[in-house]
């Protein structure tokens, strides 16, 4: 499992290596394109994240409310 996450251990070197990878795959004007999709992927994600803590933070107020009456 360990060696499958080896993000960790990447250097300048290897990142350069990668950059330019990804330069030459998706060219110039697709880069910014494909990097405003990943960042609205991320936004998406934090948003139901908080959406998911709101609720769960919630349940036990309503059910104190619940039992109140």
């Known amino acids: 499992m360990n060696q ?4 960790g251990n990447l250097g300048t070197g290897e ?17 910014p ?3 405003k999709g990943i960042g609205k992927g991320v936004k998406s994600f ?3 994240m908080n959406d998911i803590e709101k ?12 039992t109140a009456k």
């Open 15 to 31: 990142i350069i290596i990668i950059a330019l990878v990804v330069l030459l795959l998706f060219g110039g004007k697709k880069i």
């Open 4 to 7: 499958i996450l080896f993000i």
């Open 55 to 66: 609720e769960i933070n919630s349940e036990p107020e309503k059910k104190t409310e619940d």
């Open 33 to 35: 394109e494909l990097m």
């Open 46 to 48: 934090k948003d139901g």
